[in-house]
Nanobody, 122 residues
Framework: QVQLVESGGGLVQFGGSLRLSCAAS????????MGWYRQGPGKQRELVAT???????NYADSVKGRFTISRDNAKNTVYLQMSSLKPEDTAVYYC????????????????WGQGTLVTVSS
């Protein structure tokens, strides 16, 4: 059993900052790409940022220059530093990771966290 647990969401004012964390736990053999997605009110889930095991990053155009994704491979944790937050960043943020378990080490499985709510007030 592998799970992702997010933390760090909350209420912040326009222009403020928040840092999200997502820790993977369980019978993990390896973790490939990790990322953050979000789903705003009445919207579809969208990609925010991803990071490979080697540290290569990719960002949605809407967050470039404001958000930074990073990871600590020793802790199986991915972070999302969010700055200059806008009301349109309000969403439930979900962590995602491609994880190979100890039982099936040759196959990656996409695992999702339960989500953490970020609310940006204007």
């Amino acid at each position: 059993q592998v799970q992702l647990v997010e933390s760090g969401g909350g209420l912040v004012q326009f222009g403020g900052s928040l840092r999200l964390s997502c820790a993977a736990s369980g019978s993990i053999f390896s973790i490939d790409a990790m990322g953050w997605y979000r789903q705003g009110p009445g919207k579809q889930r969208e990609l925010v940022a991803t990071i490979t095991s080697g540290g290569s990053t990719n960002y949605a155009d809407s967050v470039k220059g404001r958000f930074t994704i990073s990871r600590d491979n020793a802790k199986n944790t991915v972070y999302l530093q969010m700055s200059s937050l806008k009301p349109e960043d309000t969403a439930v943020y979900y962590c995602n990771a491609d994880i190979a378990t100890a039982l099936i080490p040759w196959k990656n499985v996409a695992v999702w966290g339960q989500g953490t709510l970020v609310t940006v007030s204007s």
